[in-house]
C-alpha cells in the first residue's frame, strides 16, 4: 500500500516546528506524494499554536506549491469530555481537513473512562473529520468503543508515523489494537507523519508497517490514493455545512 497525501504537517508556526510551507511542499515532492495537508495546532496549545486567523487566512496561499497540491487542515485540540474544541466554527467549515486529538497542556490525563468519553464526545463532532494519535499510552482510552464509534460517523482514526520515532513513546502496541479492530470493524484510518520538519514529510514506513500487518485493505485508508482523498474530504466538506 501507498500513502499519497501526507495528512498530518506542521510549520514554523506552530511554533516547534521547524519548516516553512515552502520546505514543507519541497519535502512532499521529494517523497512523490501529490499532495499534502498543513495542520497548525489549535489556539489552546499555547506558545504551539498561530492565532485563529491564521486558518481564515489559509486561502491567500497557492493550490499547488512546488508541484504537489496544497490542502488546509487544523489539528484541534479536545479541551473537555463533551465534544468542544479550541477553534470556532467559522474558522474551521472551509478547511479541508480537521483533525482533533489528546493534548496535555489542554486536556491533562484522566482515567479511561473519562478520556474514553471525551473522544467519543469528539469523534461525534461534526466538525471533525478525523482523530489524530488514538493509540496514545498517555491517554488509556477503550479502543474497541472508538473504532466502532468510528465507524457509526464514519471518521478515520490516524496511525501517526511519529509516534513510533519521536512522540508518544509505547505507543506501538495501541497502535496495532487501533488498526486490527479497524480491520475487523471496518474503520477507517488515516496515515499521518505529524511532521515538525520537512524531511520526515512523506516517511510512513512504521505506520505502514502496522498498517499491512493487520491486513488492512487500501480502501480503508482514506489517504491510500488521491482521489480516495479528495473523495473523503468531499463528503466530509458537505456533511460539516449540513450542520450549519
Ligand atoms: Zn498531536
Ligand atoms: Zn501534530
Known sequence: MKIAVDTHTHSIASGHAYSTIDELAKGARKSRLKGFVLTEHGPALQGGAPHPYYFANLRVLPEKLHGVRLFHGVELNVIDDEGGVDLLPRYVRHLDFVMCGLHESCFPPRDLAENTKALLAIIANPLVDAIAHPGN?????????????????????????????????GSEANCRKVAELSCKYGALLVCGTDAHYWRSVGNFKEALS???????????????????????????KMERRAVG
Not at 224 to 236: A, D, G, P
Open 210 to 236: 502496522i498498517i499491512n500487518d493487520a491486513h488492512i485493505h487500501p480502501d480503508q485508508v482514506i489517504n491510500s490514493s488521491y482521489n480516495k482523498f479528495i473523495e473523503f474530504i468531499e463528503r466530509r
Open 137 to 169: 499510552p498517555a491517554y488509556p482510552v477503550d479502543i474497541e468503543e472508538v473504532v466502532k464509534t468510528a465507524v457509526r460517523y464514519r471518521k478515520a482514526l490516524e496511525i501517526n508515523n511519529s509516534s513510533f520515532l519521536v512522540s508518544r513513546r
